[in-house]
C-alpha cells in the first residue's frame, strides 16, 4: 500500500473526512485529496502532521511498524496511557525492579 493510500486508509477507518484533516493540519482539501491519490508527497513535517491527527505515527504510515504486540502487551499500553508522568515513571521502576530480579536467577 502506498503512503497516500495508508493515509486514506486510517483516516476513512478513523471516520475523519478529508476537509477535517486539511482544516486540523492546516492544508486545503485538494492537496490532501492530491497526496492520498499519489499525486503529491507531503514533506517529513507535513507527514508528522497528518499522523497526530489521525492518531497515529508517520514510521507506521510509510509502512515502518513494528511487529504486532501480544495481548498483554497491548493490555499493558492501553492501561499506561490513562497514567500521569510520575505514575509512568513509578511503573517503569517496577518494571525495571522485576526484570533486574527476574535476569539474575
Known amino acids: 500500500m502506498s ?12 471516520n475523519i473526512k478529508s476537509g477535517e484533516l486539511a482544516e486540523v493540519i492546516g492544508v486545503k482539501q485538494p492537496y490532501i485529496s ?6 503529491k508527497i507531503p514533506s517529513v513535517d507535513l507527514l508528522q502532521k497528518i499522523a497526530s491527527a489521525l492518531g ?11 511487529p504486532p504486540l501480544s495481548f498483554e502487551m497491548k493490555r499493558l499500553v ?13 511503573l517503569i521502576g517496577v518494571l525495571e525492579d522485576l526484570t533486574s530480579g527476574y535476569l539474575k536467577h
Open 56 to 66: 497515529t505515527t508517520s514510521s507506521e504510515l510509510l509502512g515502518e511498524s513494528s
Open 78 to 90: 492501553d492501561t499506561a496511557k490513562f497514567l500521569d508522568k510520575e505514575m509512568l515513571d513509578g
Open 3 to 14: 503512503l497516500g493510500e495508508q493515509i486514506a486508509h486510517v483516516r476513512k477507518t478513523k
Open 34 to 39: 492530491a497526496i492520498e491519490n499519489g499525486r
